[in-house]
């Protein structure tokens, strides 16, 4: 079975800190993904990966960046926390053989 | 641009009860659709996916949905829900040529299954 982890199930923060959101997959799948979750909104994608070292914005990137320096990682980092950013945030992988996303379990995160 | 419309954002059924959970999808080009569930405190899971052949597709749970292409529709549907069904539904998009793998979501259809 594929698995995606997620580092944190729940983040409390604070509004200029530094985030880390760290997500990991064992399938040796080349692309990967970050959404975040907001109620009525569905998921939005913030940034996408489709190999090492490589990135792409998604729809709703201000405020986000990515680091991807080994295929099985997948970090998404609030540079300077804000309130508007408290959300879920769920991580996926992408299986060219099963044509379908995998995604980890979310973490919520709350900045205060 | 694909676009992906949920048409109910809440739908409270009665166990034992049908239910359908409406989508529809723009797109110029040809599509893949996709249902995912969500259930409390979780993250998604594949329901049914349709990349060809018959129209009707079968997923887990007892799940159906049927790709309607001059409606632009992916409406799915159970014809008796439990109590576990309790979840949050997403209809999904993708290019056919897009080899990201990159979805469109909609904004997702809460069903409440009542006893």
């Known amino acids: 079975d594929v698995k995606v982890t997620q580092s944190s199930r729940y983040l409390v923060k604070r509004t200029g800190e530094k985030v880390f959101l760290e997500c990991v997959q064992d399938?040796?799948?080349?692309?990967m993904f970050w959404y975040r979750q907001d109620p009525g909104l569905g998921l939005r994608l913030i940034y996408f990966s489709y190999d090492v070292k490589m990135k792409e914005k998604g729809d709703i990137p201000e405020g986000y960046s990515v680091s991807r320096e080994k295929k099985e990682r997948f970090s998404l980092i609030l540079e300077s926390a804000s309130t508007n950013q408290t959300s879920m945030y769920l991580c996926?992988?992408?299986?060219?053989?099963?044509?379908?996303?995998?995604f980890g379990p979310g973490t919520r995160l709350t900045v205060l | 641009a694909q676009s992906v419309t949920q048409l109910d954002s809440q739908v409270p059924v009665f166990e034992e009860a049908p239910v359908e959970l409406r989508c529809n999808y723009s797109s110029s080009v040809s599509v893949y659709l996709f249902w995912y569930v969500q259930y409390p405190n979780q993250g998604l899971q594949l329901l049914l996916k349709?990349?060809?052949?018959?129209?009707l597709v079968k997923g887990i749970n007892g799940f159906e949905a049927e790709f309607n292409k001059s409606q632009t529709s992916f409406h799915l549907r159970k014809p008796s829900v439990h109590i576990s069904d309790t979840a949050e539904y997403f209809c999904a998009v993708r290019k056919i040529y897009n080899q990201g793998g990159k979805l469109i979501f909609g904004q997702g259809t809460e069903l409440s299954v009542k006893p």
């Open positions: 349709y990349l060809s052949g018959s129209t």
């Open positions: 399938m040796d799948h080349e692309n």
């Open positions: 996926a992988s992408f299986s060219r053989t099963n044509n379908e996303q995998f």
